[in-house]
């Protein structure tokens, strides 16, 4: 009678509603669709890109500033690469975006920011740690606003040639002139600290600031067929005059680009003025300015950023 007695409750057991062991009619078990190749391959850049600002922070510890600097510079091309090749594969996916915006944090916020404390800011102490610290918060805070302003239905369309504020790989490039300085035989005197101090906030204001800066998103799209190996042969010479002298190439890069940003705030304006000079009258609305409509806002095409909000 035992047997027969089990058999009975299991089967009541099974019956049951609420029963884990019941199969519910009409349902099938939930299969995840496969993931096509192409929209992992621009994940992996940006996973290979958050391992060179990891490997950034361990050898700015470790006093290998030459190496660590390699490494941000490292991370800042392959964020370049990295929203490319998903617009080129058609692999954009919202999760690319995320983990693009955290690993630029990384790579562009903490990184730079503990190796100018590691190189002089520690000399200031806990100010030095301070200016480090509001760097890496900058670069958040900036990335945090992206996000924010991607779904603003009210941005023009040549918006999308601006960045709002200097972006989080050009802020990292652009902070660490001053150890780019020490590496060309500048000497080391008791005034860099103070002045790594004031030109780091400086830079991190930059990057919170809504200033409009040209993005070249635009730029490169297309290549006319008799400059193609031009082209080749420019981006072959870049690199390699890149690593033969970087010091020299990086330093007179980051003067270039500082002495650009008014242009880009000139060139908006100028877009900003075309656009209220060809609404008409009654539309207007009040209060408008013909160097800022209060409907415009500034728009940042992508972070180190790519295009969103599909990805990076």
């Not at 009409?26 to 940006?46: D, M, S």
Request: hydrophobic share 50%; net charge positive; proline share 8%.
């Amino acid at each position: 009678m035992a047997p027969r007695r089990s058999g009975v409750y299991v089967e009541a057991m099974t019956n049951t509603p609420i029963s884990p062991f019941r199969r519910r009619q009409g349902l099938r078990q939930r299969r995840f669709r496969a993931i096509p190749v192409r929209t992992l391959v621009p994940n992996l850049i940006t996973l290979l890109a958050l391992c060179a600002g990891l490997t950034a922070i361990r050898l700015a510890t470790e006093g290998k500033l030459e190496w660590a600097l390699g490494a941000i510079v490292f991370a800042a091309v392959l964020d370049g690469l990295d929203g490319r090749v998903a617009r080129l594969l058609k692999g954009t996916s919202r999760f690319g975006a995320e983990l693009d915006s955290l690993a630029d944090f990384v790579n562009f916020g903490v990184a730079p920011g503990l190796t100018l404390y590691f190189w002089s800011l520690h000399e200031l102490k806990s100010a030095g740690w301070i200016a480090a610290m509001i760097f890496a918060i900058a670069a958040g805070l900036r990335l945090a606003r992206f996000n924010v302003m991607i779904d603003d239905p009210n941005r023009p369309a040549w918006a999308a040639n601006f960045f709002v504020g200097m972006p989080a790989p050009a802020g990292a490039i652009t902070v660490l002139l001053p150890v780019y300085m020490h590496f060309l035989g500048v000497p080391q005197l008791a005034i860099i600290p103070p002045v790594t101090f004031v030109y780091t906030l400086a830079i991190a204001f930059l990057m919170v600031s809504r200033l409009p800066v040209c993005s070249g998103k635009k730029l490169g799209t297309r290549v006319p067929p008799d400059l193609v190996l031009l082209v080749f042969v420019g981006i072959v010479l870049f690199f390699a005059v890149l690593i033969s002298y970087p010091w020299e190439v990086l330093s007179i890069g980051t003067v270039l680009y500082l002495a650009s940003l008014p242009f880009g705030f000139l060139s908006y304006r100028e877009y900003a003025r075309r656009e209220a000079g060809a609404r008409p009258v009654d539309t207007v609305e009040p209060g408008a300015s013909p160097d800022r409509p209060p409907s415009v806002v500034p728009f940042e095409a992508g972070a180190g950023d790519s295009e969103r909000p599909t990805r990076h």
